[in-house]
């Protein structure tokens, strides 16, 4: 009987820590998904700014390469890189990723944003009318849009060309018009001038560079500028590079652009983070009119910290499972190294002990007889206890030997029993003695 309740209480034991191993595992493995995002997401959020910005055509050339893996990219339209970059800092938006220019945000006012490199020069553009006869390097007193609030447009304008005296925002008639609106308007000599931030290939840009008497403002004392922005880079438009032929522009221009960066909040997944710095790699390491091949996208850190996904990156490019692997196998080989940090973390240090606690557990089983045995073979060398209530040394003896005989334990194991039962025969010898 009591054999019966030891086996019972090991069975017990048995199915009281299987369950606590499983539960174990299972909070691990919980653990490392939680905290080490083995999953990415199917979709992400862009923010592009206006419709006809760079950064609106950029956007859809990420979505383009991004879809190749089977991850979506939702494209937010703003009204410029100054309202992208509040989308980006709140919390509740879905935004996680935009191409801002440099001198829009900082560190101290966007602690949960960081940056995947540079892109490409985004100059600060101002076209103006052309007036025959009369050369106008101060805007004073015309109509000029320098962009909708919310744009880098308006952001760096006030910012430059006011500090600058080339426009007045005490007395110019600002106008916060959308590219797609200031653009025609200035073609059509319905207003006098368009300040624009954006790349060398914007439509916008493009359109107004070959438009007949429009001029383009050549900055002076950018070396200053330079000094004064760290952000800001001094960048020359060559004499003839918008059409050769009809020498435009007539000389070189110099031009104040920050770069553009590729930022991200700090908590994206790092496989979609090595996602669109592959596809930045395909869409700007070709060299521009303002920049040479592999120039960007670069390592740098303009107002932003680089992400540790893209010092990575940079280093040695992508993780290996995704240079080798289709993206959602890699995700899924990934998925079941981390898993594997539980498991291991768990069943490893059980697996090394479980012999030996399996052990003890036999042989305390067979060691608690040998207790009773010893008591018994006590009494007959003392010759006290002759009887115990009703039940003789001898049944006593057989019931001891009965316990053994319905053992059930592994082979490894036999050989103790079998010492068991030859020593219960020597007591018995004893007794009978």
């Known amino acids: 009987m ?60 990420y979505r383009e390469i991004l879809a190749r893996d089977g991850v979506g990219v939702r494209l937010v339209p703003t009204a410029g890189a100054v309202a992208s970059a509040a989308l980006l800092r709140d919390a509740k938006s879905d ?60 952001a760096l304008a006030l910012e430059f060309f006011v500090r600058a005296g080339i426009i007045d925002q005490a007395s110019d008639k600002q106008l916060a018009l959308m590219p797609s609106e200031s653009v025609p308007k200035l073609i059509h000599g319905e207003i006098d001038g368009v300040a624009l931030l954006g790349s060398w290939e914007m439509p916008g840009v493009q359109q107004l560079l070959a438009a007949h008497d429009v001029k383009l403002i050549n900055i002076r004392r950018a070396d200053a500028w330079v000094q004064l922005y760290p952000f800001l880079n001094k960048v020359t438009l060559p004499a003839g590079v918008v059409n050769m032929a009809e020498d435009i522009p007539p000389t070189d221009l110099v031009l104040l652009a920050p770069k553009a960066s590729l930022i991200v909040r700090g908590n994206l997944h790092p496989a979609i983070q090595c996602l669109l710095m592959e596809a930045a790699v395909e869409i700007h390491s070709e060299p521009g009119v303002l920049h040479k091949a592999g120039e960007f996208p670069a390592a740098e850190s303009i107002d932003l910290p680089l992400s540790e996904p893209a010092r990575q990156f940079y280093k040695t490019g992508p993780p290996f499972f995704q ?3 289709p993206f959602w196998l890699a995700v899924f080989v990934q998925q079941l190294l981390v898993l594997l940090i539980p498991v291991l973390g768990v069943l490893y240090p059980l697996l090394r002990f479980a012999p030996g606690l399996f052990g003890w557990f036999m042989r305390r ?7 009773e045995l010893i008591l018994l073979e006590t009494e007959i060398a003392s010759g006290s206890g002759v009887t115990d209530g009703k ?43």
């Open 95 to 154: 935004v996680s990723i935009a191409i801002l220019p440099g001198g829009i945000t900082d560190q101290k006012e966007s602690p949960d944003l960081v940056s995947l490199g540079t892109l490409f020069y985004e100059p600060l553009w101002l076209f103006y009318r052309e007036q025959k006869g009369e050369n106008r390097p101060v805007l004073r007193d015309m109509r000029i849009s320098i962009g909708p609030e919310g744009s880098g447009s308006r």
């Open 2 to 61: 009591a054999e019966e309740e030891s086996s019972t209480r090991w069975d017990r034991y048995f199915l009281y820590g299987s369950i606590g191993v499983l539960a174990l595992t299972g909070v691990a493995a919980w653990l490392a998904f939680a905290l080490l995002r083995p999953t990415p997401p199917r979709t992400v959020t862009m923010a592009t700014g206006p419709e006809d910005s760079s950064a609106a055509a950029l956007g859809k050339r």
């Open 365 to 371: 089983r067979i060691y608690r007889l040998y207790d």
């Open 323 to 325: 240079r080798t692997l």
């Open 391 to 433: 039940v003789t040394r001898v049944e006593r003896l057989n019931g001891l030997e009965e316990k053994a005989k319905k053992f059930r334990m592994p082979k490894s194991f036999e050989p103790l029993v079998y010492d068991l039962r030859l020593h219960i025969s020597l007591v018995r010898e004893k007794i009978e003695g």
